[in-house]
């Protein structure tokens, strides 16, 4: 079974540029998570999808990021414009539904902002 | 607000050595409880999954027990091995609707052969 894949491992952007990652979680999960985590914290969640619903956004930076889950599959964090403090690894995560199951993660996105 | 506390944020131990990991919740409100493991670089691995209605669960050298009432959950790791040594973190899932979850800063375990 492919784990959660996400694109691109790394990237550095200057502050104020715009930047997109990418996720596919894994097949059949209705789930999709996305976490912000800074260095020495634990993951922080940003935007939680119940197929392509948005099911808790409360703690994503409405102004500055957006994300979307088109048909219900792969899903796109976007940040427009960054800030120095957005620097930290983007992690996708994904369940067969909520609550009731594991998480599965991908290896996360490493982003830094100069 | 859940808040999810772990202590000690660093450990030491030899080869060899039984160990325990602890974390706190301030909201006794929780679906499940999930512990996780995370390399330098990597992604985090599920560990264990205990649901609210359960009391422990085990998977080989690693048993976790979760206290609804007290807020807490621990994770003992028998006979430690220096392939153990990680970042160890414990996520709490509300038990409402949205069913987010909340993760702990991790306890950074090192086991020295």
């Known amino acids: 079974e492919a784990g959660v894949a996400q694109s691109p491992r790394y990237k550095i952007i200057e502050k104020r540029q715009s930047v997109a990652f990418w996720c596919n979680p894994i097949?059949?999960?209705?789930?999709l998570y996305w976490y912000q985590q800074i260095l020495g914290q634990g993951p922080k969640l940003l935007i939680q999808?119940?197929?392509?619903?948005?099911?808790?956004d409360s703690q994503l930076p409405k102004d500055r990021f957006s994300a979307e889950r088109l048909k219900g599959v792969d899903s796109t964090l976007k940040i427009q414009p960054a800030k120095l403090e957005d620097s930290a690894v983007y992690l996708c995560?994904?369940?067969?539904?909520?609550?009731?199951?594991?998480?599965?993660f991908g290896p996360g996105t490493r982003l830094l902002v100069l | 607000k859940q808040e999810v506390t772990q202590i000690p944020a660093a450990l030491s131990v030899p080869e060899g050595e039984n160990l325990v990991l602890n974390c706190s919740f301030t909201?006794?409100?929780?679906?499940?409880l999930q512990w996780f493991r995370q390399d330098p670089g990597k992604g985090l691995t599920s560990l264990l999954l205990?649901?609210?209605?359960?009391r422990e669960q085990t998977s080989g050298r690693l048993n976790a027990s979760l206290d609804k009432s007290s807020g807490r959950s621990t994770l003992y790791i028998a006979a430690s091995q220096p392939g153990d040594s990680a970042t160890y973190l414990c996520?709490?899932?509300?038990?409402?609707?949205?069913?987010?979850?909340?993760f702990g800063d991790g306890t950074t375990l090192t086991v020295k052969p």
């Open positions: 995560a994904s369940s067969l539904y909520r609550q009731q199951e594991t998480q599965y």
């Open positions: 097949s059949g999960h209705a789930t």
């Open positions: 999808f119940q197929n392509n619903g948005v099911v808790d």
């Open positions: 909201d006794s409100a929780i679906y499940n």
């Open positions: 205990i649901q609210s209605s359960q």
């Open positions: 996520a709490v899932t509300l038990g409402n609707r949205a069913g987010k979850s909340t």
